[in-house]
Antibody
Framework: QVQLVQSGAEVKKPGASVKVSCKASGYTFASYGIQWVRQAPGQRLEWMGWIITANGKTKYSQEFQGRVTITSDTSASTVYMDLSSLRSEDAAVYYC???????????WGQGTLVTVSS | EIVLTQSPGTLSLSPGERATLSCRASQSVSGNYLAWYQQKPGQAPRLLIYGASSRATGIPDRFSGGGSGTDFTLTISRLEPEDSAVYCCQQFGSSITFGQGTRLEIK
């Protein structure tokens, strides 16, 4: 069965960076892209960017341009999301999700809580 | 960027009733690339509907999606207590955006 397993919760200071991993299993890794989405407390889901795992091409939301980097390791079936220059507003649950055939996010990771506090 | 606005904000219905949730886009959604998700507290979203009207794997036929262009609906018939959740829509084009969600309460 398709599974996306994310790394554990993180606590970071303002100005630091965080790297969240997303390990895929149960399907051919390079056949589907991966999206990253976050959700701050009480807020709507917010798209951050995507990666086409077949060729490594990425696209980022303007909101995070310059601060977010998404990479993939095909040999490990793992995608990484790196967010730098953290501020308090970046405190959220971060999700990876598999990118389906018509733009839907068909399988989701369990989420990674990132806390930003001095 | 396409803005998705959902209504109503909260819906309170009884078991067995039908729920109709709306998602309106600020511009036409290309290719009807519109999806619906169910999210319960502390859980990741679960895909219900994709391509505006196709049910995802394992989703019961009580859930149906419709609409095109800028106006989309999610209908849940024969409501059950476990349908209590927040439902949100999502569009895919040059970027991805989500609606703010509709909270469905089953009395």
């Amino acid at each position: 069965q398709v599974q996306l397993v994310q790394s554990g919760a993180e606590v970071k200071k303002p100005g630091a960076s965080v790297k969240v991993s997303c390990k895929a299993s149960g399907y051919t890794f390079a056949s589907y892209g991966i999206q990253w989405v976050r959700q701050a407390p009480g807020q709507r889901l917010e798209w951050m960017g995507w990666i086409i795992t077949a060729n490594g091409k990425t696209k980022y939301s303007q909101e995070f341009q310059g601060r977010v980097t998404i990479t993939s390791d095909t040999s490990a079936s793992t995608v990484y999301m790196d967010l730098s220059s953290l501020r308090s507003e970046d405190a959220a649950v971060y999700y990876c999700a598999r990118w389906g055939t018509v733009g839907e996010l068909d399988y989701w990771g369990q989420g990674t809580l990132v806390t930003v506090s001095s | 960027e396409i803005v998705l606005t959902q209504s109503p904000g909260t819906l309170s219905l009884s078991p067995g009733e039908r729920a109709t949730l709306s998602c309106r886009a600020s511009q036409s959604v290309s290719g009807n690339y519109l999806a619906w998700y169910q999210q319960k507290p502390g859980q990741a979203p679960r895909l219900l509907i994709y391509g505006a009207s196709s049910r995802a794997t394992g989703i019961p036929d009580r859930f149906s999606g419709g609409g095109s262009g800028t106006d989309f609906t999610l209908t849940i018939s024969r409501l059950e207590p476990e349908d209590s959740a927040v439902y949100c829509c999502q569009q895919f084009g040059s970027s991805i955006t989500f609606g703010q969600g509709t909270r469905l309460e089953i009395k």
